[in-house]
Structure formats: structure tokens, C-alpha cells
Antibody, heavy 120, light 107 residues
Framework: QVQLQESGPGLVKPSETLSLTCTVSRGSINSYYWTWIRQPPGKGLEWIGYISYSGTTKYDSSVESRVTVSVDTAKNQFSLQLSSVTAADTAVYYC??????????????WGKGTTVTVSS | SYELTQPPSVSVSPGQTASITCSADKLGDKYVCWYQQKSGQSPVVVIFQDNKRPSGIPERFSGSNSGNTATLTISGTQAMDEGYYYCQAWDSSTGIGFGTGTRVTVL
């Protein structure tokens, strides 16, 4: 069964860039879409953006001006960069695999999540 | 993102049926899936494409979607079903949207 593992700094200073990587193991990054989702403390799930194995992206409008999701098929990884962070970006960040066709996209495999705190 | 509205909480007695709604304009024109999230864990999909159960998900979980409302039904609810449930849909303009989340308590 494919596994996902998030990695990156757990603490980021305000105004700096949050960078996370998701490593895909026991499976290939090809032929799927991949996504980042976050969950602020005590709150619900928030979709950030997704990317195809070929590099097609779509982002949520609330972060679109600050976010970049990229893919490295050679390393079987995809990454998230979120610039100009504030305390509101403090959350557990999950990476996940998207399956299905566009109209019924759903996430069938999730990473364990990584906590990112924005603080000076 | 596409905005979906859920009730904040649902309480159910063991063995009874819990129904969780998810509402948005013309939601029935889209496909909805449902995730279960237990405390400190990653979400797990329990229903996709409105009413399909992934392998390993108990038959007591079922889904429907029509008009402006999708519903997740848990029949014969067990204590292990406690947690938060989120609906999710995809919109061609806005991308992926999650519901506001519903806390299910088995009393």
C-alpha cells in the first residue's frame, strides 16, 4: 500500500516561506493527482491545492497568490511552498493522493500530517 | 473553495442511526465523498462518488445525494464511529471544497 510522509520545518517565522515535502513510497507518483490540505488547531479541513504528476496545478483562491505546489517525479516527491506566512497559517499540514476522475475526486491515501507553527 | 455546510454536531445512541447532512446549492449535480477523522489521526474516506464504500469500510456506512443536500448515514452506530465527519466535493471553478465538519457523539 502506498505511503505518504510529510517533512519540513515545524517552526516558521512570520513573513517567511513555509516549505514542505511529501515523499511517496511503495508506489509511483505517476498517473495520479496529489494534494496539500491543512487543519488549523481545533478547526476543519482546508484544501490548499493540487498537482498532477505532469505538473498541472490548481490552488484555492484564499492562498493562490502565496502558494506553489511542485512535483519531482524522479524523487517521487511533491512539495508545498507558502510565502509571507502569518499566525493564521499555523496548522497540521497533510499531503494526500487524489484518485478518481475530476468530477468525483477524493483522497484515498493521506500522510500522517506535520504540525507547522508560525511564530517569531 | 466550494463551500459546503454541515451541522456542528450529531448525537446518537449505540445501535441507532446517525444522519449527517451536507448542503450547498445544486450539490446533487456534483459527486460527494465523506471522511471520518478520529482524534489525532488523519482523515479516512468512508464514502466516495455519493454512495460507494471503499474496501474495508463497514456496510453500516451509506451515502446519498440529491437536490441541495448529501447525507451520510451510519446504521447501527457503534462507539468506534465517534469522531468528526467531513463531506467533500469538487467544483470545476473553485476546485476541492470541504464541509464545515460534524462531530458525532455516541452517547
Amino acid at each position: 500500500q502506498v505511503q505518504l510522509q510529510e517533512s519540513g520545518p515545524g517552526l516558521v517565522k512570520p513573513s517567511e516561506t513555509l516549505s514542505l515535502t511529501c515523499t511517496v513510497s511503495r508506489g509511483s507518483i505517476n498517473s495520479y493527482y496529489w494534494t496539500w490540505i491543512r487543519q488549523p488547531p481545533g478547526k476543519g479541513l482546508e484544501w490548499i491545492g493540487y498537482i498532477s504528476y505532469s505538473g498541472t496545478t490548481k490552488y484555492d483562491s484564499s492562498v493562490e497568490s502565496r502558494v506553489t505546489v511542485s512535483v519531482d517525479t524522479a524523487k517521487n516527491q511533491f512539495s508545498l511552498q507558502l510565502s509571507s506566512v502569518t499566525a493564521a497559517d499555523t496548522a497540521v499540514y497533510y499531503c494526500a493522493r487524489i484518485t478518481g476522475e475530476f468530477v468525483y475526486f477524493y483522497m484515498d491515501v493521506w500522510g500522517k500530517g506535520t504540525t507547522v507553527t508560525v511564530s517569531s | 473553495s466550494y463551500e459546503l455546510t454541515q451541522p456542528p454536531s450529531v448525537s446518537v445512541s449505540p445501535g441507532q442511526t446517525a444522519s449527517i447532512t451536507c448542503s450547498a446549492d445544486k450539490l446533487g449535480d456534483k459527486y460527494v465523498c465523506w471522511y471520518q477523522q478520529k482524534s489525532g489521526q488523519s482523515p479516512v474516506v468512508v464514502i466516495f462518488q455519493d454512495n460507494k464504500r471503499p474496501s474495508g469500510i463497514p456496510e453500516r456506512f451509506s451515502g446519498s445525494n440529491s437536490g441541495n443536500t448529501a447525507t451520510l448515514t451510519i446504521s447501527g452506530t457503534q462507539a468506534m464511529d465517534e469522531g468528526y465527519y467531513y463531506c467533500q466535493a469538487w467544483d470545476s471553478s473553485t476546485g476541492i471544497g470541504f464541509g464545515t465538519g460534524t462531530r458525532v457523539t455516541v452517547l
